[in-house]
């Protein structure tokens, strides 16, 4: 919403804006998820693309409405490709939504993180708390792309890396935190069973990417994407026996979402 307010009107007016614009979402992710992000980006109407040549990622941002970066599945080509992207947004003042997957993890990772970030400052990093404190800590204590910390722990972290970059965070946990600056909303959605669907995190970004679109103030788009991933995953999961059913009645959930469905569930603090 143009006066800065986040409730279930503002995200349902988004959505229905990501439906009748179709944004072109362009997404350099990792090889685990393409097909589900592009599967839930589809879903809530966006148009996504999934591009990494070298060759061609900086004409495909320049007719994109939002830039994605996912450092999920690492090479020196995907990592070319990332800062040619990047470079080429901020030049035309397209929405970068960064999700460092992985950083304090290996060496490489958390190095790519800076390079990057030294590249172009995102409108949006989203991560777990764990990827949150590496990249402003420059710490380990990453299990793999899980987090080890809750999103609470992360706070003064993202504070800092919020100013650094003059971005909004994105924390995902048990309670969903978005920060800018001092300015924080947590997000009391989800299920406990979406982190044992592998991407989702990943999905969240992408996601974002959508809402960052339509939006002009990335505070609101972030907390948007992540109050649409924890109210979709909580209805997906009540349809679900599992995991692989949760996966499908997610994207069934994310297109058919209606307005009285946010009302009744969105818990803002």
Avoid at 73 to 78: G, H, V
Wanted: hydrophobic share 45%.
């Amino acid at each position: 919403m143009q006066n800065g307010k986040i409730d279930a009107i503002s995200l349902y007016e988004d959505i229905q804006k990501i439906k009748e614009q179709a944004p072109l979402v362009h997404n350099i992710t990792n090889y685990v998820v393409m097909n589900s992000t592009a599967n839930a980006l589809l879903a809530i109407g966006a148009s996504p693309v999934m591009a990494h040549a070298i060759e061609e990622v900086e004409e495909m941002v320049g007719i994109s409405r939002a830039l994605v970066i996912n450092i999920g599945t690492l090479s020196e080509l995907w990592i070319e490709a990332m800062q040619l992207a990047m470079k080429k947004a901020k030049e035309k003042n397209i929405p970068i939504i960064f999700d460092p997957v992985g950083a304090g993890a290996t060496r490489l990772r958390t190095d790519t993180c800076h390079k990057l970030l030294n590249k172009a400052n995102p409108s949006i990093i989203r991560g777990n708390a764990s990827e949150i404190r590496a990249l402003f800590l420059a710490e380990g204590g990453t299990k793999g792309v899980d987090s080890t910390h809750s999103a609470d722990d992360a706070i003064e972290s993202a504070k800092e890396l919020s100013k650094k970059f003059n971005c909004v965070i994105s924390i995902s946990g048990k309670t969903d935190i978005i920060i800018e600056g001092e300015k924080i909303i947590r997000i009391n959605n989800g299920h406990r069973m979406m982190t044992k669907v592998t991407g989702l995190g990943c999905t969240a970004t992408a996601l974002t990417g959508a809402f960052a679109a339509v939006n002009s103030s990335p505070f609101i788009a972030a907390a948007h994407g992540m109050a649409l991933m924890g109210i979709a995953g909580e209805i997906a999961a009540e349809k679900s026996t599992g995991p692989g059913s949760l996966q499908v009645q997610f994207f069934d959930t994310l297109y058919n979402l209606k307005e009285e469905d946010i009302i009744k569930r969105l818990k803002l603090e």
